[in-house]
């Protein structure tokens, strides 16, 4: 599903933000990737999404390589993968159902289809019956609960959380992992990016570690070491 092979990312002045990362996440997989600030772990988001190239390595996801992508390409890449964020990035303006329906609209989807496929993914994720509401009028559990339903909106096989519960206390963390974790058992590939140690450890799945811009841990079945 996702593939990196001796993956090096180098910024200017010789920063490094990855340095000869090789990883292999299967298809429905759920897998934590931890590390503290400045270790690595937003340089894989951005590779994973196309935001940044790599500077040496190769990057499969799918079917795609997607070292070289062609920048015409990446919003079709981004549709097949779901992307939630820390800082919620909703539309004060628009409701729940138009924040979530507005990420197929760009897309060019019927009105129709959106019509019929809005409310299933807001069952999904528990605010059928806070549709009409807008997103000052949630509480940050919530908030987290319509980025994640506009992730899921092209039904992607891969969802990428990078730090989704860094906003939330621990409640409503809880209940977004819980989240996550209904949608792995869908089929769909979860890579989750934190830094809670709490979280990670009450998983008992997948755990690498990134340290420097190198992988130092990859476990089955494990504990956040760091």
């Known amino acids: 599903m996702v593939e990196l092979k001796n993956v090096s990312k180098i910024y200017p002045h010789n920063v490094v933000g990855l340095k000869n990362v090789s990883i292999n996440i299967k298809p429905k997989e759920f897998v934590s990737i931890v590390g503290q600030s400045g ?11 196309a935001e940044e190239r790599p ?33 919620f990035k909703l539309l004060p303006q628009k409701t729940v159902f138009e924040n979530v ?54 039904r992607p096989k891969l969802l990428i959380a990078d730090e989704p519960t860094g906003n939330l206390d621990s409640i409503n963390a809880k209940e977004i992992i819980e989240l996550l974790l209904r949608i792995n058992e869908h089929n769909t590939t979860v890579i989750l990016v934190t830094h809670n140690k709490e979280i990670v450890n009450s998983l008992k799945k997948r755990v690498i570690t990134i340290a420097e811009g190198e992988v130092i841990s990859d476990k089955e079945k494990g504990r956040y070491i760091l």
């Open 55 to 87: 500077s040496s390595g190769q990057i499969i996801i799918g079917d795609w390589d997607i070292t070289h992508i062609r920048r015409s390409r990446i919003p079709v890449l981004r549709r097949q993968i779901g992307v939630v964020f820390q800082d």
């Open 39 to 49: 270790a690595g772990k937003s340089t894989l988001v951005k590779l994973l999404i």
């Open 101 to 154: 329906a507005f990420a197929a609209q760009v897309c060019g989807e019927k009105n129709k289809k959106i019509k019929e496929l809005v409310p299933k993914i807001l069952n999904i994720v528990g605010l059928e019956d806070k549709s009409h509401r807008y997103p000052q009028q949630l509480s940050g559990g919530e908030r987290q609960r319509v980025v994640i339903a506009r992730s899921l909106i092209h």
